[in-house]
């Protein structure tokens, strides 16, 4: 039900404008109103925050656009994300922690890319980083290069797999050398 005073208004449930003796488009006690209504949706937040958590590892920001995006007050939000943080339930670091060891072909730069884009802080995402090099990542895809492109032309199969390893992160030249060596290697012509 909306109610609201002037250019302000809030929706609320029904229960809760019953419970205060409020009705629809009548002028209410606004600082009242919005702590009562922080306390009702207070429960029904931490118990979405729990199913969504429980699904899978997520991030501090992740949870809060979720909740936002839920309808709920940006003060029940900031309460219930800091209870998560409190008991252990969200984790930015062990988030980038276990995200940087299931991508072991994403080389330094993209992935610090794609923990920055999914909410971690520039600093978590380094220390999650931290004592990777990007020819971890390329020993990683050793095996899809060589059977995506080990049959091409070695020209092609150059430019493509380079290709693929700059789209994962390396840099230019790296991606060159590393494409070179792993398709020299395959082919049994060594380059040094």
Same mark, same amino acid.
């Given at each position: 039900?909306?109610?609201?005073? @002037?250019?302000?208004?809030?929706?609320?449930?029904?229960?809760?404008?019953?419970?205060?003796?409020?009705?629809?488009?009548?002028?209410?006690?606004?600082?009242?109103?919005?702590?009562?209504?922080?306390?009702?949706?207070?429960?029904?937040?931490?118990?979405?925050?729990?199913?969504?958590? @429980?699904?899978? !590892?997520?991030?501090?920001?992740?949870?809060?656009?979720?909740?936002?995006?839920?309808?709920?007050?940006?003060?029940?939000?900031?309460?219930?994300?800091?209870?998560? !943080?409190?008991?252990?339930?969200?984790?930015?670091?062990?988030?980038?922690?276990?995200?940087?060891?299931? /991508?072991?072909?994403?080389?330094?730069?993209?992935?610090?890319?794609?923990?920055? /884009?999914?909410?971690?802080?520039?600093?978590?995402?380094?220390?999650?980083?931290?004592?990777?090099?990007?020819?971890?990542?390329? !020993?990683?895809?050793?095996?899809?290069?060589?059977?995506?492109?080990?049959?091409?032309?070695?020209?092609?199969?150059? /430019?493509?797999?380079?290709?693929?390893?700059?789209?994962?992160?390396?840099?230019?030249?790296?991606?060159?050398?590393?494409? @070179?060596?792993?398709?020299?290697?395959?082919?049994?012509?060594?380059?040094?």
């Amino acid at each position: 039900m909306r109610i609201g005073a @002037g250019s302000r208004s809030l929706i609320a449930p029904a229960r809760l404008c019953d419970a205060m003796g409020i009705s629809a488009g009548v002028d209410a006690d606004w600082d009242e109103l919005e702590r009562a209504s922080a306390e009702a949706q207070r429960e029904p937040a931490s118990a979405d925050a729990a199913r969504y958590l @429980g699904a899978a !590892e997520r991030t501090v920001a992740r949870l809060s656009a979720y909740l936002m995006k839920r309808g709920y007050l940006s003060q029940v939000v900031e309460a219930v994300v800091a209870r998560a !943080e409190e008991h252990g339930w969200v984790d930015d670091a062990r988030y980038a922690s276990m995200f940087a060891a299931s /991508r072991p072909g994403l080389g330094r730069s993209r992935l610090m890319a794609e923990l920055i /884009r999914r909410g971690v802080s520039r600093a978590t995402a380094l220390r999650a980083v931290e004592g990777r090099s990007d020819a971890d990542a390329v !020993e990683a895809l050793i095996p899809l290069l060589k059977r995506r492109y080990g049959n091409l032309p070695r020209e092609a199969a150059l /430019r493509r797999a380079a290709g693929f390893l700059v789209r994962r992160g390396l840099s230019g030249a790296e991606a060159f050398r590393a494409a @070179g060596r792993i398709l020299s290697a395959e082919s049994g012509d060594e380059e040094s």
